[in-house]
């Protein structure tokens, strides 16, 4: 089959852009939970997050457009999955357990869920969430019509809205679906949802499946082209605009600097940059038209993957360029790598830098510069860093893709 050589460039720039938001967390979540010491901090938390937001959304609009309908049976679809997304988890979920925090009380509740010190693992359980119900939707994906599949993703973009509608409603019913002890506010009820009952109207047409189908909509139906480049770059911007705009205004709420408090004060801020509200999908959709319109398919290639972890678009002749040979396929293939293992990296290379620019006023770089160039140092040491490790890891004989995928 032939490979898509753009969506080697969009998974690269997803991956990077997974270490920006990593990056940019520190300047709004510390303290007791949420703290942004200066007006500078909350501007550049909100630009970097508005970028850079999108970059889950993008790894599954990746996999809806290359995976639905399936091209081999459910019981083939899960070994492969198994192979280049299970084994990998269980790898780096132990080493993260032995490493951060106690080995024995990680340990203990690795049967229930994730290392919350990892928390970044969260994604690849929602993504095997959405490989349980490929081979339901395969069928269907298969020989559904525009019109059909137009239906859907409207219902959907309703859902993107709920977070605004609960926002509005007002967010304090006394109505919680995260586990016990886990900080998220309460959430206004809409339409069937109870205290008693999370699943409500649109429960089901909601979510991150929702960006499977939008790759494979844009698989199907939407052409590629200058116009359809162009509408791109403007949703991306819009969706910029209102993620940026939405997240400051939040934060500059209370009228005064440092704003700190319980990390539940953050998660209402987030509210702004939801993974799957309707600003960050633009931003999604815009990047996705954006970087397809300008790529190319190679006709040399038989094999195409698109589970996780892009520059500029490639250019005509991009799959025989050294630079996609050389850089942009082996770090697209490394991947699912890069972002299981990344913030071992991460973490260090931001507290070092932070020891060494200070941050707000007493920053090394002025009250304005220090927080930019500490979110982009760290996030390109750490890409340029665990990108070349994932490489070199992967291509170790029999062992490499168990544990980098």
């Known amino acids: ?43 550049w938390v909100s630009v970097f ?73 969260w994604f690849v359980y929602m993504l095997l969430g959405l490989y349980l119900i490929m081979p339901l939707l395969s069928p269907w994906a298969a020989k559904v019509s525009r019109r059909e599949l137009s239906v859907y993703l409207g219902i959907w973009a309703l859902t993107l809205l709920l977070p605004f509608v609960r926002e509005a409603a007002g967010g304090a019913a006394p109505l919680i679906y995260a586990a016990d002890g886990l900080p998220a506010p309460a959430l206004f009820p809409l339409w069937g949802e109870a205290s008693w009952n999370p699943f409500g109207l649109l429960y089901y047409v909601s979510g991150f499946a929702g ?16 116009l359809v480049r162009s509408i791109g770059w403007t949703l991306f911007l819009l969706g910029f605009i209102w993620v940026c705009f939405g997240l400051l205004r939040r934060i500059c709420e209370s009228g005064y600097f440092p704003v700190e408090g319980p990390v539940a004060i953050a998660v209402g801020w987030e509210a702004a940059i939801a993974f799957c509200g309707l600003p960050v999908a ?63 990296v991460l973490g260090m290379v931001s507290g070092w ?10 920053g090394l770089l002025g009250l304005t510069w220090t927080t930019p160039v500490q979110i982009l140092a760290t996030a390109l040491i750490s890409f340029v860093t665990v990108g070349l490790a994932a490489v070199l890891l992967r291509r170790i004989p029999k062992v490499g893709k168990w544990l980098m995928g």
Request: charged letters at 15%; aromatic letters at 14%; glycine letters at 10%.
């Open 1 to 43: 089959m032939n490979r898509e050589i753009w969506l080697d460039f969009l998974r690269v720039t997803a991956c990077f852009l997974v270490m920006v938001v990593h990056s940019t967390e520190p300047f709004y979540l510390g303290g007791e939970g949420s703290l942004v010491l200066t007006s500078a901090d909350a501007y």
């Open 49 to 121: 997050e508005g970028l850079a937001r999108c970059c889950v959304p993008l790894f599954v609009i990746a996999s809806g457009y290359l995976q639905l309908p399936l091209r081999y049976s459910t019981g083939e679809f899960f070994r492969r999955r198994a192979v280049r997304i299970l084994i990998p988890l269980v790898f780096w979920t132990v080493v993260y357990a032995l490493v951060w925090g106690e080995p024995a009380a990680n340990f203990k509740g690795l049967l229930l869920n994730f290392n919350y010190a990892a928390g970044h693992l």
């Open 211 to 226: 960006y499977m189908l939008l790759g494979l909509y844009i698989k199907r139906f939407v052409p590629s082209g200058r």
């Open 282 to 344: 633009l931003t999604a959709l815009g990047l996705t038209l954006a970087f397809r319109s300008g790529g190319r398919v190679s006709p040399s290639v038989t094999e195409k993957k698109a589970d996780v972890p892009s520059g500029d678009t490639p250019s005509p002749g991009a799959e025989g360029s050294r630079f996609y040979r050389w850089m942009i396929r082996p770090l697209s293939e490394a991947g699912y790598g890069m972002y299981l293992a990344h913030m071992l």
């Open 353 to 362: 830098l932070r020891d060494w620019l200070g941050t707000g006023s007493d």
